[in-house]
């Protein structure tokens, strides 16, 4: 059974920084996206960075410069460090895996191409 556990969410002023961690179990791709998608209130969920196999990144225009994706395959976990956060930032953040679409382009940008989500982590960033 795929599980994607989040944590590291929580309330920060702005300007602060967060580091979000999701562990996944219960697969093992050779050639796999992983990705950070968020939704605010109201909103689409929209993604936010992704990453695949070989530690090809890419990121929305909003968070460039500011966010940075990570893993550390040993320990099955995915990272975001975000830093300089803003209140465009408050979202609920979720972690996704279990892509290959648009793999050697950077990995898709669509949350239906993803099959496995993790339950989410609550980012409140505070002016």
């Known amino acids: 059974q795929v599980q994607l556990v989040e944590s590291g969410g929580g309330s920060v002023q702005s300007g602060g920084s967060l580091r979000l961690a999701c562990t996944a179990s219960g697969f093992t791709y050779s050639r796999n996206c992983m990705g950070w998608f968020r939704q605010a209130p109201g909103k689409e969920l929209d993604v936010v960075a992704r990453?695949?196999?070989?530690?090809?990144?890419t990121y929305a225009d909003s968070v460039k410069g500011r966010f940075t994706i990570s893993q550390d395959n040993a320990k099955n976990t995915l990272y975001l460090q975000m830093n300089s956060l803003k209140p465009g930032d408050t979202a609920m953040y979720y972690c996704?895996?279990?892509?290959?679409?648009?793999?050697?382009?950077?990995?898709?940008?669509?949350?239906?191409?993803?099959?496995?989500w993790g339950q989410g982590t609550q980012v409140t960033v505070s002016s």
């Open positions: 996704a895996a279990g892509s290959d679409s648009y793999y050697y382009l950077g990995c898709s940008r669509e949350w239906r191409d993803f099959s496995y």
């Open positions: 990453i695949n196999s070989d530690n090809y990144t």
